[in-house]
């Protein structure tokens, strides 16, 4: 059974950075594609950021362009990702997720297809 463990996360001023870190037990998953989402309560789960099997591809909505990046470490079985120039609305729980893919193309930015997910790390920006 797949576990991820994500952490990293915590208060922050604007302006501020933070790296979120999640690390997978139980299997291998350099087959899968990774991504984060985040979801503040009452609202619904949003795409951060996705990256491929290799790491070759990786998608941002536009708002998180140039401020956050995703990267992995498959010899760790370890995602990241890198936040900076943090807003307060950014404030929200960060989800890491894990999808099989047969080639090395970008994720799906949405959260149905994503078999297995990190119990979340509380990310808050204060202004």
């Known amino acids: 059974q797949v576990q991820l463990v994500e952490s990293g996360g915590g208060l922050v001023q604007a302006g501020g950075s933070l790296r979120l870190s999640c690390t997978a037990s139980g299997r291998t998953l350099s087959r899968y594609g990774r991504a984060w989402f985040r979801q503040d309560p009452g609202k619904e789960r949003e795409f951060v950021a996705a990256?491929?099997?290799?790491?070759?591809?990786?998608y941002y909505p536009d708002s998180l362009k140039g401020r956050f990046t995703i990267s992995r470490d498959n010899s760790q079985n370890t995602l990241y990702l890198q936040m900076n120039s943090l807003k307060p609305d950014a404030t929200a729980i960060y989800y890491c997720?894990?999808?099989?893919?047969?080639?090395?193309?970008?994720?799906?930015?949405?959260?149905?297809?994503?078999?297995?997910w990190g119990q979340g790390t509380q990310v808050t920006v204060s202004s």
């Open positions: 990256i491929s099997r290799m790491g070759e591809y990786t």
């Open positions: 997720a894990a999808v099989q893919q047969y080639s090395d193309t970008l994720p799906p930015a949405r959260p149905g297809p994503y078999a297995y």
